[in-house]
């Protein structure tokens, strides 16, 4: 390299020599753009010095992920995972299937409940007409079928639009 003349333009070759990579890290700046080969040696050589600081400084362009970046999302993510981890260990956290296990006996055990109201109703109040226990029952299995077809987009849905589907208030009865 002792014939190096950095005022005249040089190859690939000859500058991924003169900085210590191959051909191919050369023509992969060129072809990003990055660097101009037909540009003075020197001048390659300030761009080439000058992207490397970029990249160090985590301001690379282009589109590339620099090291920075890289470092910044693992670090993210390592710290979502021990967050999640700690939320598991103060059983903040549980299985999907457990929580569908722990639903459904909650479901069953209430829709035991409501089922029973009817029966109690009539034995509270022996005047009311069976087409008012009927009434009663029915809106009892409307209720009870409003919730079992729920899904977790239903809740989603809910919650977006601040609404529920619970049925208006219409009449207490006394007892």
Do not use: W
């Not at 003349?5 to 990003?32: C, E, H, Y």
């Not at 509270?124 to 077809?149: D, M, Q």
Request: proline letters at 4%; a negative charge; charged letters at 25%.
């Amino acid at each position: 390299m002792s014939d190096l003349d950095l005022s005249k333009p040089m190859t690939q070759a000859a500058f991924g020599a003169l900085v210590g990579v191959s051909q191919q890290a050369i023509g992969n700046l060129v072809g990003r753009g990055i660097l101009d080969t037909s540009v003075p040696g020197h001048q390659l050589l300030q761009t080439y010095c000058s992207h490397l600081r970029e990249q160090a400084a985590g301001r690379a362009t282009n589109g590339e992920l620099d090291l920075a970046t890289e470092r910044a999302g693992l670090a993210k993510a390592q710290r979502e995972k021990i967050q999640m981890q700690n939320a598991v260990t103060r059983s903040e956290l549980a299985p999907v299937v457990l929580i569908e296990e722990v639903l459904s006996k909650a479901g069953s055990k209430i829709a035991g409940i409501l089922e029973a109201i009817p029966g109690a109703v009539k034995r509270r109040v022996p005047s009311l007409p069976a087409g008012e226990i009927k009434s009663i029952a029915g809106e009892i299995a409307r209720v009870r079928n409003i919730v079992a077809g729920m899904s977790l987009d239903d809740l989603r849905e809910l919650e977006e639009d601040g609404t529920d589907d619970s049925p208006a208030e219409e009449e207490e009865i006394d007892t």
